[in-house]
């Protein structure tokens, strides 16, 4: 027989539960817009029926209230920090890419096809007067814009390859203020946790964070109890494959400027990702994802352009001031053609899979069977013959048209057309009768001397950075080559190598594109495809995250209505619980009251 205030004891149990279910209601309300908040849910369950000596049996003990839980599909969470990745490397790269198709923005006075066609206009003006001084200067003059918009493009993606360079570091510095907020979080809710109940409020922290660090790279966690029910998980992250946070202890990133140049024309100082431990981060993997890999590609992506061959030798040889060093020779090289050579004059060797830095390099071009063959010297000792014949390469194959990609474009189509115009400037005589000299040049970055276009070789040394014409013709324009001699015959001046310099406007062997106009318009072209398929993929990756945001929504998200509707029940509920202990305290008075002896 239960006790005879056994009612009493059954409403206070309601009055319990319903006050802490109209808490979690009004805690729900008020987190409404809080970002990462998921809904709570009070869970409650019958009390403990108690076995009386009574026909009915068993008699009901009132509600307990068996913890808060959060309203929460893992299913949902994984869905929507995948397509997060997803979305966090298309807008980085709408971002970057748009800002590169700006630059190639050809509309505008100062772009490519105006200055083009100004230099030979001017080059057209002077057939009628190939003497005039006022003309040739007036030539000069638009060959130096021309030149001046190659400097000014290198520049602009140069600063555009130092603003990735830049976020490299930021993204990188994120991930490890996140990694050591995540372990902060995590023993915290441990701590709590060991004591009973759920730390509700700090879960929304983490998996908030985890949100963030969704966007940055790709990420995937992992829970498992420690011990037998004491409230401990062991929580575990992981970034690209690799252990970011290990439940109260987590691994930081490091960026470290590079020493040696990947590509031709990247600026100094670009960073590479380590692991402070020692572990080697992939920036290259497949599964890393998010804006950070999108920085990467942006930065170095080479459209999978990287030198590479066979070693055809290695010998020691001895230097002219007695050092010895080891000379090792790739044949079979996939690039062949200087115009489209972008490795940096000192660098890295990777054979096969060991990493040998080269000092300097030599190429020999074969006219007759159109192949190069390179010479690298390197000062290494542990570099052995036996290793003949290994592959070999220069730099990592990024199949992203990035900016190293169009700076080597950009090359291809300074060295190309600046060869063809020396060639036929050499052939003849300028206004002095002295012999033609190199119209284009460009100027070495140590010495600050013009370089000699000897050999078809040497036009390795011109990039879009240090294009420029000769300082001798740009100062005196009489030293323009417009004939193979200057004779004048029945009076007519012979123009015989300017009007060959006039074709090389409409010359469509130049380059597979065609003319260089269309070389260039082709180039625009490109990246103008690449700009709207990463704003395409942006905007419909940012709609399919948005659509799979609601969805999550409609699971863990707070609705006003509902939540509207929870207060006035649980109110009811907690009035009825109310109302059961009057109703009790009145049975009371009147048994001990109304009935006392």
């Known amino acids: 027989m239960p006790s005879t205030f056994f009612g009493l004891n059954i409403g206070t149990t309601g009055l319990y539960t319903y006050q802490a279910a109209l808490n979690t209601t009004i805690h729900n309300a008020t987190n409404t817009e809080t970002e990462g908040y998921t809904r709570q849910i009070l869970n409650q369950r019958a009390g403990v029926a108690l076995k009386v000596n009574s026909t009915y ?53 100062e772009g490519f096809t105006t200055s083009y066609n100004n230099f030979f206009l001017s080059l057209e003006g002077l057939s009628s007067d190939s003497s005039n001084l006022t003309k040739r200067t007036e030539l000069t003059n638009y060959a130096k814009s021309l030149t001046e918009y190659f400097n000014s493009m290198s520049t602009s993606l140069q600063s555009t390859q130092e603003e990735c360079n830049f976020e490299v570091k930021n993204q990188v510095d994120r991930i490890n203020s996140m990694a050591s907020q995540i372990a902060t979080l995590t023993k915290q809710i441990n701590t709590l946790e060991s004591g009973g109940g759920t730390a509700n409020d700090l879960r929304d922290q983490r998996q908030l964070l985890l949100d963030d660090l969704s966007e940055i790279v ?25 252990t970011l946070v290990d439940t109260n202890n987590y691994n930081t990133l490091k960026v470290v400027p590079r020493t040696e140049k990947v590509n ?29 890999k999108s920085l990467i590609e942006v930065r170095d992506g080479n459209n999978s352009e990287v030198l590479q061959g066979k070693i055809g030798s290695i010998e020691t040889v001895t230097l002219s001031d007695g050092t010895e060093t080891n000379e090792v020779v790739l044949s079979s090289a996939n690039i062949n053609e200087i115009e489209k050579l972008n490795i940096p004059s000192e660098g890295i060797l990777t054979i096969g899979n060991k990493e040998y830095k080269y000092e300097s390099f030599r190429v020999v071009y074969d006219k007759t069977t159109k192949t190069s063959t390179y010479t690298f010297c390197v000062a290494d000792d542990a570099i052995l013959s036996e290793e003949v014949p290994s592959n070999i390469s220069i730099g990592d194959s990024i199949d992203y048209k990035g900016i190293p990609y169009y700076m080597s474009q950009l090359n291809e189509l300074a060295r190309t057309f600046s060869k063809a115009f020396n060639d036929l400037h050499k052939s003849g005589e300028d206004l002095n009768g002295d012999a033609g000299l190199d119209f ?88 103008g495809i690449d700009s709207d398929k990463a704003s395409d993929f942006a905007k419909n990756q940012n709609d399919i995250l948005g659509m799979i945001k609601n969805q999550r929504l409609s699971v863990s998200g707070v609705d006003i209505d509902e939540e509207a509707m929870n207060l006035v029940k649980f109110q009811n509920a907690y009035n009825l619980s109310a109302k059961a202990i009057q109703v009790m305290n009145e049975i009371y008075d009147k048994l001990i009251n109304g009935t006392g002896v």
């Not at 990745?85 to 970057?96: L, N």
């Not at 100082?269 to 950070?292: A, H, K, R």
Request: charged letters at 20%.
């Open 218 to 242: 790709n990420v995937s966690y992992t829970e498992n109890v420690v011990g037998d029910d004491v409230g401990v998980t062991s929580f575990t992250v992981k970034i690209n494959g690799q």
């Open 57 to 109: 049996g068993m008699a009901g003990s009132g509600v307990d209230v068996s913890g808060v839980t959060q309203a929460r599909n893992d299913y949902y969470d994984l869905k929507y920090r995948k397509n997060n990745t997803i979305y966090g490397e298309y807008s980085a790269k709408q971002y970057f890419m748009t800002e590169i198709e700006n630059y190639f923005n050809d509309i505008g006075s």
């Open 440 to 527: 284009f040049n460009c100027t070495n970055p140590v010495s600050g001397e013009e370089y000699d276009f000897a050999s078809y070789e040497s036009y390795y040394n011109l990039t879009a950075a240090n294009f420029t014409i000769t300082e001798e013709i740009y100062n005196d324009p009489s030293k323009f080559v417009t004939a193979t001699s200057g004779e004048i015959v029945n009076g007519i001046e012979n123009n015989d190598i300017l009007d060959s310099l006039l074709a090389l406007k409409s010359d469509t062997s130049l380059f597979k594109q065609g003319t260089p106009a269309s070389f260039f318009q082709t180039l625009v072209g490109e990246v």
């Open 264 to 292: 031709q024309n990247d600026i100094d100082g670009l960073y590479d990702i380590e692991w402070e431990n020692g572990n080697t981060f992939n920036t290259q993997s497949t599964t890393l994802g998010g804006y950070l």
